[in-house]
């Protein structure tokens, strides 16, 4: 397993950007498909975006798409979540996630996961 530590939440208004980081332990960051994926109070935890190893492909949820960016430099063993335009219902915690072989929006397919960073979007 891989060792992941958030960064880069905080308090923020509508319409205003963050830049999440996910910093992983170990040289093998590069051969893991990526994911975010956030939880809201009294929510179950969904799925955000994930990016493919070495990074060709990219997915996201319809809530996200066009306002969020997914990205990863493998070199620096780091994934990143692009978010513009936040909204009041962007605010969650947010968990980045790894795992091998093919890509998955399943929660239960990731085996490593970070702690989380808090994101809240006032309105």
């Known amino acids: 397993q891989v060792q992941l530590v958030e960064s880069g939440g905080g308090l923020v208004q509508a319409g205003a950007s963050l830049r999440l980081s996910c910093a992983a332990s170990?040289?093998?960051?590069?051969?893991?498909?990526m994911g975010w994926f956030r939880q809201a109070p009294g929510k179950e935890r969904d799925f955000v975006a994930v990016i493919t190893w070495p990074g060709i492909m990219t997915y996201y949820a319809d809530s996200v798409k066009g306002r969020f960016t997914i990205s990863r430099d493998n070199a620096k063993s780091t994934l990143y979540l692009q978010m513009n335009n936040l909204k009041p219902e962007d605010t969650a915690v947010y968990y980045c996630?790894?795992?091998?072989?093919?890509?998955?929006?399943?929660?239960?397919?990731?085996?490593?996961w970070g702690q989380g960073t808090q994101v809240t979007v006032s309105s």
């Open positions: 170990g040289r093998t960051f590069g051969t893991y498909n």
């Open positions: 996630a790894a795992k091998r072989g093919t890509w998955s929006d399943m929660i239960t397919d990731y085996d490593s």
